[in-house]
């Protein structure tokens, strides 16, 4: 005959299911916390005491009744939870307190963390205090022993006991007293604790219902910083404003998408859920690109790098799954994925952020060690493929085609780089390819960015094929006007162009004919040279120079001409443009006027050589057919200054003296005479009465002049001297930068050099010229 026989359960199931299954000491008190969570707690305190080897967990939920405590805390794997029903599922979801764990083993947490437990527990309406006493080192002692022989003792008293730093349940709450730590608690470790709380119960700070608060006794009443006082952070609002990220909620069978970029809403989308197995859960989900500028913000704030804080965190019922979203966490691929293509995808280092998910109870099961993520099945794949495609991916779509191509982007933290035509071509691009999907509705769009730009350059055939596929989705007729406004702007720039074409090939064979001109010009000074009247061939030789410099200074001019028509053109177009065009138009019109200054600064230097050409003393004998004469340089330049420069208004007196040397060497009296007139105006512009040129031996083969003034000097505040003779820099605001670039370059061409000497605060240069070799 048969009989019926029962599972007899070892004493030994305590440690499966207590510190076997929750091995980590963090992951334990977090257990106990959600226990806090779920009995509806407002507040939950932690407080530590190394010296009595104690932690106390303080809450002030429901609390628990006798009868609570025998037939369901003393109930192995018994959950109230479990037991909720479907239909009433979602009106048990509060904005906090929700059910947290349902696995009826989370209690066994306590033996994780010490050896005794204390439970003292009160319902609202109850005078008494009902107190549980539990030794966990009973259950260790024999494995024959049954788990139901080890006794427990239930008791009741009159209040709580005195906790120092926590607010004692009042009305009602529970307080876990754990004795005999099996762990060392120091300020190291509650740091670390409470930076996971911060992650397991809400790393964006959204859960504002419930305050955790962590407190180590050392002996003293001084608050530890980073270890006492309320656990949270506000992630969200620190990056929201700060980089690009996408919020996107998935409910029923509905996907509702908003990408956002440095504040601004870019677009906002709605399609269909192709997830039938997500069907009755909601999923809402927040993620941020991490750029140079925001991961330098976040660490700043935060006190820790965002890789080392974590990716994307996953929350069933606002609790968190561990250890999705930790550092070397990689459940969703992104980094194997990203190996494919640095510059492509994103990894977990480039994003963080949460995802919500909203569920009835074992739709999604958590791996009973609690820090192995959620059970492997059809729901869970979803899950992962729908954050992925409609979350990271579409962000990632995003930064890549946007963000990406911009190389200063990364250092930014506004949305200015926004504004660029390249930058809406970009953005374009992205919104259009959602538009031509059947399955996407785009529901807003920046109007401001999705515009035609004014510069037709910069249409090209997919941004205007992006812009009329979504004008006509979404029936848009005042982007479909702009569209065929720039299609003709665009047949106009064509047009205008091929007339240009035509314009600068006239242009060309004008200066073709005009460079035969030059030539038969060379060809007749030259015959010229073998007259006996000099005087003639002084004129022709002269009007020969001038011919070349006056070339020069008319191309240059035309150049500037140019730019000051396309100056005024941009200007009168200023009715025509809103204010957010402004800065476009202003940064045209800047390229444009530097681009003429630099054709009226070469002008100038070409006036500079006629003027010398045409003003030398009339005793010098130069042949101006090759710029060059051979004699004493010195000799010249003490004529040149008495002479030419003595006769000028407002220039300062030049004082000359040759130590009785000579300079015997071939040298182009038009650059000496260009050289001498910069430094000259120079000191003049520092309002300065006298300048002295004083020669000196450097050697056997060089000598020095040494060019000073009593003027201003240079104030090396204003002025970086060592950029002084480079091209296009300036100490004065009014200046061209090219002076003394100018004296560099003629001086290089024979072979010699100029410095600053002195202190540096006055304009004394230092010229050296080498001798002419035998």
């Not at 059809?378 to 990632?396: N, V």
């Not at 401001?448 to 009329?468: F, N």
């Not at 003049?684 to 000196?696: G, Y």
């Not at 060592?722 to 024979?750: D, N």
């Amino acid at each position: 005959m048969s009989t019926k026989e029962t599972f007899r359960i070892s004493s030994h199931l305590k440690d499966i299911i207590g510190r076997d299954l929750v091995t980590n000491e963090f992951i334990a008190i977090f257990e106990l916390v959600k226990n806090s969570f779920d009995a509806g707690a407002s507040r939950v305190d932690i407080e530590f005491d190394p010296s009595e080897r104690t932690i106390a967990i303080v809450d002030d939920g429901a609390g628990m009744t006798q009868d609570d405590i025998k037939k369901k805390w003393l109930f192995v794997a018994y959950s109230e939870k479990a037991q909720a029903e479907t239909e009433t599922y979602r009106d048990k979801i509060r904005p906090a307190g929700q059910f947290a764990g349902s696995k009826g083993i989370g209690r066994f947490a306590c033996d994780t963390l010490g050896e005794k437990l204390s439970l003292y527990s009160r319902v609202r309406g109850e005078n008494k205090v009902e107190m549980l006493s539990i030794d966990w080192t009973r259950f260790e002692q024999s494995s024959q022993k049954e788990f139901k022989d080890v006794t427990v003792e239930i008791d009741h008293v009159a209040d709580f006991p005195e906790i120092a730093n926590a607010e004692t349940p009042d009305e009602h709450g529970t307080v876990l007293l754990i004795r005999d730590t099996r762990h060392e608690w120091g300020a190291d470790r509650i740091k670390r604790l409470r930076k996971d709380l911060a992650k397991l119960i809400d790393p964006f700070g959204t859960t504002t219902s419930v305050t955790v608060s962590t407190w180590l006794l050392d002996g003293t009443d001084v608050r530890i910083k980073d270890v006492d006082g309320p656990v949270g952070n506000q992630i969200a609002d620190l990056l929201r404003d700060k980089t690009s990220r996408i919020e996107v909620t998935i409910d029923g069978a509905q996907i509702h998408s908003s990408l956002f970029d440095r504040g601004r809403k870019i677009y906002e989308i709605k399609e269909r859920s192709p997830y039938e197995d997500l069907v009755d859960c909601k999923i809402e989900g927040q993620i941020f690109f991490l750029n140079r500028s925001a991961k330098k913000t976040f660490t700043g704030r935060m006190g820790v790098r965002p890789v080392e804080f974590g990716s994307v965190f996953l929350f069933l019922n606002r609790f968190r799954i561990s250890p999705i979203g930790d550092e070397l966490d990689d459940t969703l691929g992104l980094n194997r994925r990203k190996q494919q293509g640095t510059s492509r995808y994103l990894g977990t280092r480039d994003i963080i952020g949460r995802v919500d998910v909203t569920a009835k109870p074992k739709m999604f099961r958590e791996v009973s060690s609690r820090d192995a993520g959620l059970v492997e099945d059809a729901r869970s794949r979803a899950l992962y493929d729908a954050i992925l495609k409609h979350m990271i991916f579409r962000l990632e779509r995003y930064v890549v085609g946007v963000n990406w191509q911009d190389t200063f982007d990364q250092d930014r933290d506004t949305p200015e780089g926004l504004e660029t035509d390249q930058a809406r071509d970009r953005i374009l691009s992205i919104i259009g390819a959602l538009a031509r999907s059947r399955e996407v509705e785009v529901v807003y769009y920046d109007k401001e960015i999705v515009r035609i730009t004014d510069d037709p350059d910069q249409i090209t055939d997919s941004a205007l094929k992006s812009m009329s596929d979504l004008a006509e989705r979404r029936g848009d007729t005042s982007l479909l006007n702009q569209i065929e406004s720039a299609r003709r702007r665009i047949e106009e720039l064509k047009a205008s162009r091929q007339e240009a074409r035509q314009q600068a090939e006239r242009a060309i064979e004008e200066r073709v004919r005009a460079d035969a001109m030059i030539a038969r010009l060379e060809q007749q000074a030259r015959f010229l040279g073998s007259s006996r009247d000099m005087d003639v061939e002084r004129v022709q030789l002269l009007m020969h120079q001038a011919i070349i410099h006056l070339g020069h200074i008319r191309s240059a001019i035309t150049n500037a001409a140019h730019e000051v028509r396309n100056v005024l053109s941009l200007a009168s177009a200023t009715d025509e443009i809103g204010s957010e065009d402004v800065a476009d138009l202003l940064a045209t019109v800047r390229q444009s006027a530097r681009r003429a200054s630099a054709s009226i600064a070469g002008a100038n230097l070409s006036s500079d050589r006629l003027g010398a050409v045409l003003s030398f003393a009339p005793n010098i004998r130069i042949d101006l057919q090759t710029d060059k004469m051979s004699g004493d340089l010195l000799r010249f330049l003490d004529e040149y200054l008495n002479v030419r420069v003595a006769g000028i208004p407002g220039m300062p007196k030049a004082v000359f003296d040759d130590a009785g040397l000579k300079l015997q060497r071939e040298f182009s009296p038009v650059d000496i005479a260009v050289l001498i007139d910069n430094l000259m105006d120079n000191a003049r512009k520092a309002k300065a009465t006298e300048v002295k040129f004083k020669a000196s031996s450097k050697g056997a083969k060089a000598i020095a002049i040494n060019v000073s003034d009593d003027g201003l000097g240079i104030d090396p505040q204003r002025v970086d001297v060592s950029k002084l003779f480079e091209r296009g820099y300036s100490g004065s605001a009014t200046g061209t930068g090219l002076g003394l670039y100018s004296v560099r370059q003629i001086l290089a061409e024979m072979k010699g050099s100029i410095a600053l000497v002195g202190d540096g605060t006055r304009a004394e240069f230092e010229i050296i010229v080498p001798m002419e070799e035998a």
